[in-house]
């Protein structure tokens, strides 16, 4: 059983960045891909981006904003999924969830097996 953890929220400016990482309490994320999601206020819970616990291909929302912002990376020796957010805008504020499962397609389908407590991202204007 994997408990997902996710950090690094907290209240930024318009155009500001943050650093969401999402790592584990219990078990590893060793064997487990990663997404990452938003839940903007009242509204519903979008992927935003994710990567497999082998190879590197990464995934992304369909959207260029998304793309060009924000970054997915892993780091097995920290055992640690970071989601490096850039430029951020009012409208990237909610809250973000780390989500973990075997399969990569599955978990950004919005099926992952985990899900962690998420961390509350507020973009000031």
């Known amino acids: 059983q994997v408990q997902l953890v996710e950090s690094g929220g907290g209240l930024v400016q318009t155009g500001g960045s943050l650093r969401l990482s999402c790592t584990t309490s219990?078990?590893?994320?060793?064997?487990?891909?990663v997404a990452w999601f938003h839940q903007g206020p009242g509204k519903e819970r979008t992927f935003v981006a994710g990567?497999?616990?082998?190879?590197?291909?990464?995934?992304?929302a369909d959207s260029k904003s998304v793309k060009d912002r924000f970054t997915i990376s892993r780091d097995t020796a920290e055992n640690t999924v970071f989601l490096q957010m850039n430029s951020l805008k009012p409208e990237d504020t909610g809250v973000y969830y780390c989500?973990?499962?075997?399969?990569?397609?599955?978990?950004?389908?919005?099926?992952?097996?985990?899900w962690g407590q998420g961390t509350q991202v507020t973009v000031s204007s």
């Open positions: 989500a973990g499962g075997s399969r990569l397609a599955t978990v950004a389908r919005g099926f992952p097996e985990y």
């Open positions: 219990r078990g590893t994320l060793s064997r487990v891909a």
């Open positions: 990567i497999p616990w082998t190879y590197n291909n990464k995934l992304y």
